[in-house]
Structure formats: C-alpha cells, structure tokens
C-alpha cells in the first residue's frame, strides 16, 4: 500500500508506466475544468476509510479510500481509490445499499454483497478528519448497510496497471479470515493520528442490526468464495455481421 500511495513500485517505477505529464496538457486539463460542470464528481460529498478483503485470497487484504455520492437515503455509489494522496489509484467501485433494498435482491445476487455492522462498530470504517459525532447518525444507518465492491486494479500485488478481471471484495468480520491485519490498522492510526480501539469504545451504543441476512458474507456462512473468469464465446449477431 505504501509503494502504491506514492504513485511508485519498488524501485521508484511509475504506476501506472507513462511520460510525465507536459506544462500543454496541465493547461489544456485545467482550461477544460473552467469550461465543463464536472457534476456526477461533485456529487462525492464523503471520505470513507476501511479495509477490504479479496473475496478469493482473504489473506489479501487493503486499506481502500471511498469517495461516496449519495444517490437517495438507500443507495450510495463510491469511487474506490488506494490512498488519499492527489496520485492515488482508482481501484474499484462499491455499491451500498440499505438493509431494505438488500431484502429485495435475489438470493443469487445477494451472495454478492457483505455487510457493514461489524466494520462499523469495531471502529475500522472512519470518515479521516471528521469527528465522530458528526457522523454517528450515519454510522447508525451504515450499520444496517450491505455493499458489493468490485476491484478492476490491484495495485497491492505490484500491478502497474489495471489488468485481468474484477476481482469481488469482501468486508471484515469478527472470524479469522475476516479479522483485519494489526499491522495494517496501526500504519492508518499513525498516519491519522487516531486510535482505532478509542473509535471502537465511542460506538458501543451504536445499536447491532436486529438482523444480518445470512446470504451476505457468503464466505463466512458457506465456506465458498466467487472469482470471474474470462473465456471466448461466439458473439450473438443481431444483424449480419461483416
């Protein structure tokens, strides 16, 4: 994570590889922001912080940054990058969606998803910088959230660019797999200057969701993980194809 937060692998190679950016393009890109709305970016009103686990290879885990829009008060989008710094990787995308509309879902789809009580009351999902009773009536509502995240880039394995298919990510959880490296937690509470444990006290009267649907964190209940593979199929030809 540290290699990838400073926009270097190892022996000070570019992520992704490429020329440095010219004093042309930095003009032409800053020219277009005056003229164009940039709106869908503007929507992003929260900083997420947490920790993530490749749904195949839970011994992989990550810190990941959430840059959330608030779509309506049940669902939320977020751009998932691998740091905060200005050269950070866009790594993925999560959904997040209330406890009601996860109800909804096909029990297929569900399999998909994992829950947020258990990140939330341990202290591992912080807003950086913004003080906790700020955000407790959201944390509240989190609690009962379920998400589904996708990452297109894993830069934690050294790859400069976006390569392969998506790989499903999983939340932590209060079980071995899911229990979150010390290490990993300790670098975020020195870089922020927090205490995660201190966190986890202040939310104990954050109430425990009455109900967490078992098809969510698959893993855990079935032993069994999702992974995609790519394989060449015939294209369906609506019309004649050339």
């Known amino acids: 994570m540290a290699a990838a937060a400073t926009g270097t692998h190892?022996?000070?190679e570019q992520?992704?590889?490429?020329?440095?950016?010219?004093?042309?393009?930095?003009?032409?890109?800053k020219g277009a922001e005056m003229l164009q709305s940039l709106t869908p970016i503007k929507q992003m009103n929260q900083h997420v912080c947490t920790f993530a686990l490749y749904n195949h290879d839970m011994n992989r885990q990550i810190e990941t940054h959430h840059y959330v829009t608030r779509v309506n008060q049940d669902f939320l989008q977020c751009a998932v990058y691998d740091s905060d710094n200005s050269n950070a990787c866009?790594?993925?995308?999560?959904y997040i969606v209330s406890d009601r509309i996860f109800e909804s879902l096909p029990k297929?789809?569900?399999?998909?998803?994992h829950s947020h009580a258990y990140e939330i009351k341990s202290g591992l999902w912080v807003n950086p910088r913004v003080p906790e009773m700020v955000v407790k009536k959201d944390l509240e509502n989190f609690a009962k959230s379920y998400g589904k995240f996708w990452c297109t880039w894993q830069t934690d394995r050294g790859d400069k660019l976006p390569v392969g298919p998506p790989s499903l990510?999983?939340?932590?959880?209060?079980?071995?797999?899911?229990?979150?490296?010390?290490?990993?937690?300790?670098?975020?509470?020195?870089?922020?200057?927090?205490?995660?444990?201190?966190?986890?006290?202040t939310r104990l009267?954050?109430?425990?969701?009455?109900?967490?649907?078992?098809?969510?964190?698959?893993?855990?209940q079935h032993g069994k993980c999702f992974e995609i593979?790519?394989?060449?199929?015939?294209?369906k030809k609506i019309a004649p194809f050339p």
Not at 108 to 113: A, F, P
């Open 90 to 94: 866009l790594i993925g995308v999560e």
């Open 229 to 235: 593979h790519v394989e060449d199929l015939e294209m």
């Open 108 to 113: 297929e789809e569900q399999k998909l998803w």
């Open 10 to 12: 190892g022996h000070g």
């Open 169 to 201: 990510m999983m939340s932590p959880q209060a079980v071995n797999l899911g229990m979150v490296k010390p290490e990993l937690i300790q670098k975020r509470d020195d870089r922020y200057n927090m205490s995660t444990d201190a966190i986890k006290r």
């Open 205 to 220: 009267e954050i109430a425990e969701p009455e109900w967490i649907n078992p098809e969510a964190d698959y893993w855990k």
């Open 15 to 29: 992520i992704p590889p490429g020329k440095p950016m010219s004093t042309e393009q930095h003009i032409l890109d």
